[in-house]
Antibody, heavy 121, light 107 residues
């Protein structure tokens, strides 16, 4: 079964850091681009970051550029999102998503269940 | 950056009605357009990619069309289980922008 399972969410103070993980199973992880998408409470979907399936290309939304870092460990079938200098507006459910191909820009085909990040003092 | 605008933001229709949601890109994106369905409290579900290709397992009452800047998602006969918010997304280039969503309810 193709599956994505996120972990690492929680409550963090403004200015703090958090690392999210996304464990993949049921497919050849290295063949696909992987992304993070977030959804603030009661709001719409916002693309956050993508790591291409081939090479080492990474892409970020302007809202997180310079604060968030996406990485992947293909040997462990895991995608990561290191989040630094967190702000209240970063509070959201963070979804891991697999794209349809290795290309850095493709439709999302598989979504994880999400992990909640709350930034508050 | 290219902006994605959905309309309407919400709609209410009767079971069996034909429902159409539009998505407009501020610049041409060819057919690099996807649609997702998100039921209340649930994970987004992929419906359509490449503007008109149905994802595996999606009921045939859903269809997509368009190219360039104007796209539509059509539900040919609205069912109670279709109550959800629908999002379009462009993926021709980063940023992979989503539309603001269209909430569909049963009248």
């Amino acid at each position: 079964e193709v599956q994505l399972v996120e972990s690492g969410g929680g409550l963090v103070q403004p200015g703090g850091s958090l690392t999210l993980s996304c464990a993949a199973s049921g497919f050849t992880f290295s063949n696909y681009a992987m992304s993070w998408v977030r959804q603030a409470p009661g709001k719409g979907l916002e693309w956050v970051s993508t790591f291409s399936g081939s090479g080492t290309s990474t892409y970020y939304a302007d809202s997180v550029q310079g604060r968030f870092t996406v990485s992947r460990d293909n040997s462990k079938n895991t995608l990561f999102l290191q989040m630094n200098s967190l702000r209240a507006e970063d509070s959201a459910v963070y979804y891991c998503a697999r794209e349809r191909s290795h290309a850095p820009t493709d439709a999302f085909e598989i979504w994880g269940q999400g992990t909640m990040v709350t930034v508050s003092s | 950056d290219i902006q994605m605008t959905q309309s309407p933001s919400s709609l209410s229709a009767s079971v069996g009605d034909r429902v159409t949601i539009t998505c407009r890109a501020s610049q041409g994106i060819s057919n690099y357009l996807a649609w997702y369905q998100q039921k209340p409290g649930k994970v987004p579900k992929p419906l359509i990619y490449a503007a008109s290709s149905l994802q595996s397992g999606v009921p045939s009452r859903f269809s997509g069309s368009g190219s360039g800047t104007d796209f539509t998602l059509t539900i040919s006969s609205l069912q109670p289980e279709d109550v959800a918010t629908y999002y379009c997304q462009k993926y021709n280039s980063v940023p992979l922008t989503f539309g603001g969503g269209t909430k569909v309810e049963i009248k």
